[in-house]
């Protein structure tokens, strides 16, 4: 046979070398892309749960028999909604839920809101 079939050692690992650098590069990207991906929807979660945390603030402070609630706190993540501070009675506390629960993107409600006397 004609020695230009038959491939050398040398060719043959670098040929081996070259595959596992081009495999190697393509796993790279897929990685690269995945993170980027994440990143941008982490990114893209955060706007959204400071939007849902503005908008509830908003929404509790036009309700006048909310206006003296300066107690409670909001935060949101990934749409849930956690209340904390005091409110005055159950009526109230069960207000304030309902009023975050109308808010468009809100997925949950953890109520912690504590009932303390005036």
Same mark, same amino acid.
């Given at each position: 046979?004609?020695? #230009?079939?038959?491939?050398?050692?040398?060719? $043959?690992?670098? =040929?081996?070398?070259?595959?596992? $650098? *081009? @495999? +190697? @590069?393509?796993? !790279? *990207? +897929?990685?690269? @892309? /995945?993170? &980027?991906?994440? &990143? &941008?929807?982490?990114?893209?979660?955060?706007?959204? #749960?400071? $939007?849902?945390? /503005?908008?509830?603030? &908003?929404?509790? !402070?036009?309700?006048?028999? +909310?206006?003296? +609630?300066?107690? $409670? %706190?909001? /935060?949101?993540?990934?749409?849930?909604?956690?209340?904390?501070?005091?409110?005055? =009675?159950? %009526?109230?506390? !069960?207000?304030? %839920?309902?009023?975050?629960?109308? *808010?468009?993107?809100?997925?949950?409600?953890?109520?912690?809101?504590?009932?303390? /006397?005036?």
């Amino acid at each position: 046979m004609p020695p #230009d079939k038959y491939q050398t050692v040398k060719e $043959i690992h670098m =040929n081996k070398t070259l595959m596992s $650098i *081009v @495999l +190697l @590069l393509g796993f !790279a *990207v +897929l990685v690269g @892309l /995945s993170v &980027a991906s994440f &990143a &941008a929807e982490s990114v893209g979660n955060v706007v959204d #749960d400071t $939007i849902i945390t /503005s908008t509830v603030k &908003a929404e509790l !402070a036009k309700d006048v028999r +909310l206006e003296t +609630l300066t107690d $409670i %706190e909001v /935060s949101t993540t990934q749409g849930v909604v956690t209340l904390t501070g005091k409110v005055h =009675n159950r %009526e109230e506390k !069960a207000m304030v %839920e309902q009023k975050v629960r109308d *808010v468009k993107g809100v997925v949950k409600v953890n109520n912690e809101l504590q009932i303390v /006397s005036p």
